[in-house]
């Protein structure tokens, strides 16, 4: 089994990257950090090519697929478009550069990643696309409007892609964590409710796969707690959310 995935030098990707090959699959790892890479593939039981990539570049993901399929001597069965950025802000200091940068990585990453593998997965009839979106996909979070609404951009890709290609054997699975200890996160220095360890987040990625889920939610509480608040009344979520407005973060920790 082949599988491929982006954003793989650091948090989820690089915790699902060990626990797929930890469950056989021979690995394409791709990030803009070459050298987390190389000590990332040294270090795992099955084979993996570590190949420094920006997901921004539609030209270096098609040629870092193209290599890495020829390298593990076929296409993919897997392909999971993990990298992703995180840039907190308020809408009286919007940045329109820091939601650019949010939505090439998080949406067009990830259709660059779709575009690259998608072809071959459709030709052999078989293998199953995977998006990293997030539980703050399903309603905009104050101070994360950019985040939530890429979120939801890459839930709604993933879910008319889902009906379009599984007539031709391809699955695709849209994950939704909801806060995972990564260094997305460890900028905020509010509570974060129900946080989950990376390794573990990976194993309920992993298992879902395994299981060709359309969809994978976790943990549980926040899960529920999110499609709960999808159908509170406006007014009432505006009114609930607007401390939430206030909220704390190290710039420092920023993530991009």
């Given at each position: ?5 982006t ?5 989820i990707?690089l915790a ?7 469950r056989g699959y021979?690995?394409?790892?791709l990030?803009?950090?070459g ?6 593939a040294a270090e795992?039981?099955?084979k ?12 270096a993901?098609?040629?870092?697929v193209?290599?890495?399929s ?14 992703g ?16 940068q949010t ?24 293998g199953?696309?995977?998006g990293?979106?997030s539980?703050?996909g399903?309603r905009?979070?104050p ?10 951009a890459m839930q709604?890709?993933l879910e ?6 599984a ?9 939704n964590?909801?806060f ?7 900028k ?10 990376a390794?573990e987040?990976?194993?309920?990625i ?6 060709g889920?359309?969809v994978?939610e976790f943990?549980?509480?926040?899960s ?7 159908h ?17 973060l190290?710039p420092?920790?920023?993530?991009r």
């Amino acid at each position: 089994m082949r599988a491929i995935v982006t954003g793989a030098s650091s948090g989820i990707g690089l915790a699902l990257a060990r626990e797929l090959s930890g469950r056989g699959y021979e690995l394409a790892l791709l990030a803009r950090r070459g050298e987390l890479l190389e000590q990332l593939a040294a270090e795992l039981p099955a084979k993996a090519v570590p190949i420094a990539c920006d997901v921004t570049d539609l030209a270096a993901v098609r040629e870092a697929v193209s290599r890495a399929s020829g390298e593990l001597g076929g296409a993919f069965d897997l392909a999971v478009a993990n990298a992703g950025v995180s840039i907190p802000g308020h809408a009286t200091k919007f940045k329109i550069e820091d939601a650019e940068q949010t939505i090439r990585v998080n949406v067009l990453g990830m259709m660059y990643l779709f575009d690259a593998v998608i072809p071959a997965m459709v030709a052999e009839k078989k293998g199953r696309f995977v998006g990293i979106a997030s539980l703050a996909g399903l309603r905009g979070l104050p101070t994360s409007g950019a985040y939530s609404g890429s979120k939801a951009a890459m839930q709604a890709f993933l879910e008319a892609s889902r009906i379009e290609l599984a007539p031709y054997g391809v699955g695709v699975t849209i994950v939704n964590p909801g806060f995972v200890a990564t260094p997305l996160t460890e900028k905020n220095s509010y509570r974060m409710p129900f946080l989950m360890q990376a390794d573990e987040a990976a194993r309920v990625i992993a298992n879902g796969i395994e299981r060709g889920k359309r969809v994978v939610e976790f943990p549980l509480p926040m899960s529920l707690l999110m499609r709960l608040v999808r159908h509170v009344p406006d007014a009432l979520y505006d009114r609930v959310m607007v401390p939430y407005t206030r909220r704390k973060l190290d710039p420092s920790k920023v993530k991009r």
